[in-house]
């Protein structure tokens, strides 16, 4: 019985037509998850999930109970059942890499398209050039906040600071045109330019001067180290251009 018991939970939550609590439905799906028999009651409007706060001295709904005993909110419940706890402040280079896989499928995608098998020196080039819109793409979402970041170790940026809001436009059009394979005159020496002023700022303030600061290779909000990812994105950019030069003149 007491096994029994302690597989039982009782949940509150905020449920009303204008609003349906994500956190909610996130606690009810991990108890579940978790082997638990759970008693859902719906905080129908407002005065009734002020009155429910008031009366346990809590904030915030969802609130979990179980065994009678109040567990707390989602992050509560993580705790209770001993799973990891996602830290905001943490470092991650999960966004680089979720980018550069998707990227690399759509390039695969394209070459079985065109050449009928994915595995072909153009997909190299269409993963660069696709990996450089979606890298300015996620820049210009919030230009100001990549700004701000971004001076904090690129040398260019830091002499001439317009530049740390015309690099994403840059990065932008040298792979639109690297995708369409135009105007190679002009977004070769583009990539080339932007890619060894990043790269020689990159390894300076990594390898040089050893800091340990965010890169805003992905945006100006993310959590991301700068470091040999950030390397390797102003090496992508350079070698593109490079190959491109030899192959415009050649």
Not at 76 to 93: E, F, I, N, V
Not at 134 to 157: E, I, P, R
Not at 167 to 191: H, I, K, N, R
Request: glycine fraction near 8%; include cysteine; aromatic fraction near 10%.
């Amino acid at each position: 019985m007491n096994a029994e018991a302690r597989k039982r939970a009782t949940v509150y939550r905020l449920v009303t037509s204008e609003h349906l609590c994500p956190w909610g439905l996130k606690v009810v799906d991990l108890l579940r998850r978790e082997g638990f028999e759970v008693d859902d009651r719906h905080l129908a409007d407002s005065a009734r999930n002020q009155a429910f706060k008031a009366e346990h001295g809590v904030s915030t709904t969802p609130q979990v109970f179980i065994d009678g005993e109040r567990v707390g909110g989602y992050e509560d419940l993580r705790r209770h059942l001993g799973l990891p706890l996602r830290d905001p402040k943490a470092t991650s280079y999960q966004p680089v890499i979720a980018l550069f896989a998707m990227t690399a499928l759509m390039a695969l995608a394209m070459s079985h398209v065109v050449h009928g098998t994915p595995f072909t020196g153009q997909a190299v080039a269409w993963f660069i050039a696709l990996s450089m819109c979606v890298l300015a793409l996620l820049k210009l979402q919030d230009l100001h906040a990549f700004s701000t970041m971004f001076l904090g170790y690129d040398l260019l940026a830091r002499r001439w600071v317009p530049y740390s809001y015309v690099y994403p436009f840059a990065e932008g059009l040298a792979g639109v045109l690297m995708l369409a394979g135009a105007l190679a005159w002009l977004s070769a020496p583009l990539a080339l330019f932007i890619g060894g002023v990043g790269a020689v700022s990159v390894f300076k303030a990594v390898y040089v001067d050893k800091r340990d600061i965010k890169c805003a290779c992905v945006g100006g909000g993310s959590r991301v180290p700068l470091g040999f990812v950030s390397l390797s994105e102003n090496l992508m950019m350079v070698g593109m251009a490079a190959w491109m030069l030899w192959f415009h003149i050649a």
